[in-house]
């Protein structure tokens, strides 16, 4: 059981990262595979479901839903949920453009067409580690040592097997399906009013990892994983037809060569590929297929050895992330299927079919603008690290030299017909493909082929000493960065001090600093051209140049965005269970944040620029306690483990983020909230609040019959809050900036208390000459209770779900 201290010897490290083993990540994820839902559950730690603004109030799925297969997204500490750093091994594996700058929702809740800009597939991670290869995972969330940068958030350190001269093997198998899960309706009236199905899915996944020597100082070791998902769903009551079915797939692979030279160093070679590809056919814009492929790719060499008193070690990494978005067209039109009149406009789509099912105003949406897009990104990194006794402590030093490019591109015009109009005069110009005699195009926007490239060099540099008195310990560290985008010169001072009260008893002070890393999204956004605006009012007219403003998010004389930290720790021994007490306060305050500020721009709306204007803080309160009981008791009973930790929390902002819903007039997102309008940046900074104020988690970890079985249970608690959500009803308001447009309508809500109980099993069924098999079970949401709060059009919540699996080892 993962714990992060143990009873027999007390871990005096400055506030130790919290850390969680292969019997944490089985019981606390759920049946997807995904190791970050189980970090989710640690103490300040969220995934991007957690955060929704105002809460979660949408929570039904489809069978998209289950055929994405990439990590959910994790936020530390009340960061975003791009501002981590994340390794395998303590090799980064951070993606250089983790934010999306064009992001809109995601696939599978998506209502209409996809973002304009948008490039789907880009994520934090580059590498997408299965559970089946964790050892364990080492998770930083405060008090970070200087070693570390390039975040706001926390470190995230996937721990996997290393090569140790051994012949040895892994087989691993996992299903699932919406067979083995329970759906529940959660919508508010509780009925299926538009009759929608219950998602239709399967999974399956499959590993193999094997390790041999080669020589008596060299060995090597092969990991090989493939994860498949297939689904069905239906597409919207408009539209001629039924279902249409999509299929996604996920493949790691990695390899590490150890050789032991005969001076006493170390050479390793590692690589490590991620392959990812989803097939998504919309439902909601007819004929409309979108493919999403992702690549990931990383080799680092690294040599380790001792020189004198000096401990050195040396890496050379270098990396490449590809995506690519293949769309089957290049336009996307919003035609009328019925009016807020209630007339039918028919024309020449024969194709939509207004249905009894559907009320009120109806698109018959065709195509989508994504379009043929790509991304491309290289970063070559070289590391030094060097290490001493040094009065009467350790010195510790690094530098890196990092050097990135970023290419991203869109193959051809996109042109969006984003408005329609009753054509009162029957007539179109010859030609027109987008007007027929009911309706013609009013609003056409033309986003125009591209191809960019962003270049940047950054030097990062760090110096730590550390030392042990008698009842203190101290760790001081400074860090220094410098990249050429921004042109800035970053001083991160790093401070822990702990002082032990009493054999039993220790209190930690930590005083950091930490700079964000993500600059080369904003410097991809400048690049990237606006699309370009035309209205006509009638179709026989010549379309006329319409202005929205424009958007100049220049980085020029800007700061680094950064994080100021305060963290008090008090940890100890409980002299009547034998367990051990953490408890830790967490202030931090973010500082010169990025965001937008509207300027005149002489046009009808006005221009966007990028600030240091933003500001954000997080404060919390965690206690944990952790013990383990060997043979407590019943004969057979090896072990009990317990751990429990707790988190009350508060996050402010001064706004979401530097970019807004869109780009576009037309998919700007506004809400309407107590008789006033707000855009999606508005309302994040009224509401403030993302995080659940109160969570806990509870685990038991059993071990029987000398390993032969176990058994784990963890409870994940979310309580009761008051927050705001979305009511899944639209209604045209006035906006002071906007005019009247279609506003998303929220209310004010009591989320209830939701606890979700997972269980894990495993049974040892054979063991034979080294060689063991086991056969697993895992049930999420074991209570079978529900979250709630789903939409009419995805009414359907996951219940109780179950995965089945195998392993072999020898």
């Known amino acids: 059981m993962g714990i992060i201290y143990l009873e027999e010897e007390i871990?005096?490290?400055?506030?130790?990262?919290?850390?969680?083993?292969?019997?944490?990540?089985?019981?606390?994820?759920?049946?997807?595979?995904?190791?970050?839902?189980?970090?989710?559950?640690?103490?300040?730690?969220?995934?991007?479901?957690?955060?929704?603004?105002?809460?979660?109030?949408?929570?039904?799925?489809?069978?998209?839903?289950?055929?994405?297969?990439?990590?959910?997204?994790?936020?530390?500490?009340?960061?975003?949920?791009?501002?981590?750093?994340?390794?395998?091994?303590?090799?980064?594996?951070?993606?250089?453009?983790?934010?999306?700058?064009?992001?809109?929702?995601?696939?599978?809740?998506?209502?209409?067409?996809?973002?304009?800009?948008?490039?789907?597939?880009l994520h934090p991670q580059t590498q997408y580690v299965p559970e089946a290869f964790i050892d364990g995972v080492e998770v930083q969330t405060s008090n970070v040592s200087a070693r570390y940068g390039g975040f706001q958030g926390g470190v995230v350190n996937y721990?996997?097997?290393?090569?140790?001269?051994?012949?040895?093997?892994?087989?691993?198998?996992?299903?699932?399906?919406?067979?083995?899960?329970?759906?529940?309706?959660?919508?508010?009236?509780?009925?299926?009013?538009?009759?929608?199905?219950?998602?239709?899915?399967?999974?399956?996944?499959?590993?193999?990892?094997?390790?041999?020597?080669?020589?008596?100082?060299?060995?090597?070791?092969?990991?090989?994983?493939?994860?498949?998902?297939?689904?069905?769903?239906?597409?919207?009551?408009?539209?001629?037809?039924?279902?249409?079915?999509?299929?996604?797939?996920?493949?790691?692979?990695?390899?590490?060569?150890?050789?032991?030279?005969?001076?006493?160093?170390?050479?390793?070679?590692?690589?490590?590929?991620?392959?990812?590809?989803?097939?998504?056919?919309?439902?909601?814009?007819y004929g409309y297929q979108l493919d999403t492929k992702t690549s990931g790719r990383t080799l680092s060499g690294e040599y380790t050895n001792i020189f004198g008193a000096w401990d050195l070690s040396a890496r050379l990494t270098y990396s490449r992330?590809?995506?690519?978005?293949?769309?089957?067209?290049?336009?996307?039109?919003?035609?009328i299927g019925r009016n807020t009149d209630d007339t039918l406009y028919d024309g020449a789509l024969d194709w939509c079919n207004v249905s009894p099912l559907t009320t009120g105003y109806v698109s018959c949406m065709e195509g989508g603008f994504t379009g043929n897009k790509r991304y491309d990104d290289k970063t070559l990194h070289a590391d030094l690290d060097l290490s001493r006794d040094l009065a009467g402590g350790r010195l510790n030093f690094g530098a890196?030299?990092?050097?990135?490019?970023?290419?991203?591109?869109?193959?051809?015009?996109?042109?969006?017909?984003?408005?329609?109009?009753?054509?009162?005069?029957?007539?179109?110009?010859?030609?027109?493909?987008?007007?027929?005699?009911?309706?013609?195009?009013?609003?056409?926007?033309?986003?125009?082929?591209?191809?960019?490239e962003v270049d940047a060099m950054k030097y990062e540099t760090f110096?730590?000493?550390?030392?042990?008195?008698?009842?203190?310990?101290?760790?001081?560290?400074?860090?220094?960065?410098?990249?050429?985008?921004?042109?800035?010169?970053?001083?991160?001072?790093?401070?822990?001090?702990?002082?032990?009260?009493?054999?039993?008893?220790?209190?930690?002070?930590?005083?950091?600093?930490?700079?964000?890393?993500?600059?080369?999204?904003?410097?991809?956004?400048?690049?990237?051209?606006?699309?370009?605006?035309?209205t006509r009012p009638v179709p026989t007219m010549d379309p006329v140049p319409y202005d929205f403003g424009e958007y100049r998010y220049t980085q020029q004389g800007l700061k680094t965005p950064y994080t100021d930290e305060v963290a008090l720790g008090l940890t100890a021994a409980d002299p009547w269970t034998g367990g051990t007490w953490r408890m830790t306060l967490l202030n931090r305050h973010g500082r010169d944040q990025f965001a937008h500020s509207s300027v005149p721009s002489g046009g009808t709306y006005p221009d966007n620029v990028l600030t240091n204007d933003g500001w954000n803080r997080y404060r919390s309160a965690t206690l944990e306690y952790a013990r383990v009981w060997d043979r407590p008791g019943p004969r057979l009973l090896d072990s009990v483990g317990l751990r429990v930790s707790g988190v009350v929390a508060d996050r402010e902002t001064s706004s979401s983020g530097y970019y807004n819903a869109s780009d576009e007039l037309n998919e700007i997102d506004l809400i309407w909230y107590n008789d006033k309008s707000y855009t999606n940046e508005q309302f994040d900074q009224l509401t403030g609040n993302y995080d659940i104020p109160v969570r806990a988690a509870v685990e038991v970890q059993t071990s029987w019959d000398r390993g032969?079985?176990?058994?784990?249970?963890?409870?994940?608690?979310?309580?009761?809050?008051?927050?705001?959500?979305?009511?899944?009803?639209?209604?045209?308001?006035?906006?002071?900036i906007y005019g009247s447009r279609p506003h998303s309508v929220?209310?004010?809500?009591?989320?209830?208390?939701?606890?979700?109980?997972?269980?894990?099993?495993?049974?040892?069924?054979?063991?034979?000459?080294?060689?063991?098999?086991?056969?697993?079970?895992?049930?999420?949401?074991?209570?079978?209770?529900?979250?709630?709060?789903?939409?009419?059009?995805?009414?359907?919540?996951?219940?109780?779900?179950?995965?089945?699996?195998?392993?072999v080892t020898w």
Request: charged content about 25%.
């Open 11 to 121: 871990d005096w490290g400055a506030l130790a990262p919290l850390t969680m083993d292969r019997e944490d990540t089985d019981t606390f994820g759920d049946t997807s595979g995904d190791v970050n839902e189980a970090i989710a559950t640690l103490p300040n730690v969220q995934n991007e479901t957690q955060r929704t603004v105002g809460g979660v109030s949408d929570n039904g799925v489809s069978s998209d839903s289950m055929l994405d297969l990439q990590p959910s997204k994790l936020s530390i500490s009340g960061a975003a949920v791009t501002e981590n750093n994340i390794m395998i091994n303590g090799i980064g594996i951070n993606s250089i453009v983790a934010a999306e700058p064009f992001a809109v929702g995601s696939l599978d809740k998506n209502t209409g067409s996809t973002g304009i800009d948008t490039i789907y597939g």
């Open 159 to 285: 721990l996997l097997r290393e090569p140790n001269g051994e012949s040895r093997g892994l087989l691993t198998f996992g299903f699932s399906s919406d067979d083995l899960t329970t759906y529940n309706l959660e919508t508010e009236s509780g009925t299926n009013p538009l009759n929608r199905a219950k998602p239709e899915w399967t999974r399956k996944e499959v590993g193999v990892e094997y390790e041999t020597p080669l020589t008596d100082t060299t060995s090597v070791l092969l990991s090989f994983s493939r994860n498949t998902a297939w689904g069905r769903k239906p597409i919207g009551h408009q539209y001629i037809g039924d279902r249409v079915e999509s299929e996604s797939s996920s493949d790691f692979g990695r390899v590490v060569l150890r050789h032991e030279l005969q001076d006493g160093g170390v050479f390793k070679l590692s690589g490590a590929a991620t392959e990812y590809e989803q097939e998504w056919q919309s439902n909601y814009s």
């Open 321 to 335: 992330n590809k995506v690519a978005n293949d769309s089957n067209v290049d336009y996307y039109a919003n035609w």
């Open 400 to 452: 890196s030299v990092i050097k990135s490019q970023a290419k991203r591109a869109r193959l051809s015009d996109t042109t969006a017909y984003a408005a329609f109009m009753p054509n009162a005069l029957g007539i179109c110009p010859p030609g027109d493909l987008f007007c027929n005699a009911d309706q013609f195009w009013f609003v056409r926007v033309i986003y125009p082929a591209y191809a960019l």
């Open 463 to 534: 110096l730590e000493w550390e030392r042990s008195w008698e009842r203190f310990d101290l760790r001081a560290g400074l860090r220094l960065d410098r990249n050429d985008v921004m042109d800035n010169t970053d001083i991160a001072p790093r401070l822990s001090l702990g002082y032990r009260l009493s054999d039993t008893v220790r209190a930690d002070l930590g005083l950091n600093r930490y700079y964000s890393d993500d600059y080369m999204a904003y410097a991809i956004h400048d690049k990237t051209p606006r699309g370009i605006n035309e």
């Open 708 to 736: 032969r079985y176990g058994l784990g249970l963890g409870a994940d608690i979310n309580f009761g809050y008051e927050g705001v959500r979305d009511t899944d009803e639209d209604e045209t308001h006035v906006n002071p």
């Open 746 to 807: 929220y209310e004010d809500y009591r989320f209830k208390t939701y606890a979700r109980l997972n269980l894990s099993a495993q049974a040892r069924v054979y063991s034979a000459a080294g060689r063991d098999v086991h056969l697993k079970l895992k049930v999420a949401n074991l209570l079978n209770k529900s979250l709630g709060g789903s939409t009419d059009m995805h009414p359907w919540v996951e219940g109780r779900s179950y995965w089945l699996g195998t392993e």
